[in-house]
């Protein structure tokens, strides 16, 4: 899919598609003054068939080009997206850009919501998480003028500009390295894969890579909520309940895998003998643990500083693949 730069829609188009005034228009967006129930749905009616985006500063930057970036990103408890915007924030403040930013918790109608919120300002970009956004979400980015980006993910059709890496190539690898090292019985403790889509897409090449080599997941554990230590070895604990004899565990991150280290240690469970651990993200914690986490290390720092490099020099529309590092680690 293409990405084509559109003109800003206007108050104007909004009001001839709707057949009324521009002053009948800007009454409804802003709640003020005397429509009818009838005049207000056929305004909104045009404004979503649109992707119209009421303009939150017009007159007051008229004559100035807008130097914000927004980023609507899913989380901040996990350090991944804090690393993209320390990377992105880096090369935007040094080109005198301003960064602002807004959390969806991996819910995509919130998501939907937020990035109206940020496009309101008129930002010269906005940078979300991934391919994964609703209908409306992705017709007001088309509608916006503004530069998209898209991070962290290379796994479908990037509206304009994606940063980042394959998920699935992420699955399809530390499978790999695990049947390679010679594991059978592997098992998957993860957080809800529904939300997040890029660890549901390793989670997907992961299993489909251990059925070719005639090695099926042997089992699972997928709690609900947001990943986190806690929950890493909670899931853990479960897994290895109801399945005892599995001689490896991967899981969704690296949050996840230390806790799963730390219920090994807990429980005596040594490690990688009686059972190895794999993670994904290669964050710093998990080199400081004894036994070196075994992982993928994600360029996230580099994904964010790529991504802003790309705004400030109007880029054409590309893909850029930054690829990831396996690291073998200590613990499988």
Known sequence: ????????????????????????????????????????DRVMAAVERLGYVPNRIAGTLAS??????????????????PDVLR?????????????????TDYDP????????????????AVML??????????????????????????????????????????????????????????????????RDTRASKRFSAFCE???????????????????????????????????PDLDAVYFSNDDMALGGYFHCLARGIAIPSQLAIFGYNGLDIGRATPQPLSTIRTPRVATGQMAAQLVITNAPPQVVDLGFELIEGATA
């Open 1 to 40: 899919m293409e990405f084509k730069h559109q003109a800003t829609v206007t108050l104007a188009e909004v009001a001839e598609a709707a057949g009324v005034g521009e002053s009948t228009v800007s009454r409804v967006l802003r709640n003020h003054g005397s429509f009818s129930g009838k005049t207000r």
């Open 64 to 81: 100035t080009a807008s130097r914000l970036v927004a980023f609507v990103i899913p989380s901040l408890s996990n350090i991944v997206f």
């Open 87 to 103: 990377g992105a924030s880096a090369v935007l403040e040094e080109n005198r850009y301003q960064a602002v930013f807004s959390v």
């Open 109 to 124: 109608g919130k998501e939907e919501a937020l990035a109206a919120a940020m496009l309101a300002w008129r930002p010269t």
């Open 129 to 194: 998480a991934g391919y994964e956004h609703t209908e409306g979400t992705v017709k007001m980015l088309r509608a916006s003028g503004c530069r998209i980006v898209e991070l962290l993910d290379l796994d479908g059709d990037a509206l304009d500009l994606a940063v980042g890496f394959s998920n699935r190539a992420a699955g399809r690898e530390s499978a790999a390295f695990l049947l390679k090292r010679g594991y059978r019985r592997i098992g998957y403790v993860g957080h809800d894969l529904n």
């Open 209 to 243: 890579t251990l059925g070719v080599h005639d090695a099926p997941l042997a089992d699972r554990e997928i709690l609900a909520g947001a990943s986190s230590v806690e929950n890493g070895r909670l899931g853990l604990e479960r897994l290895l309940a109801r399945t």
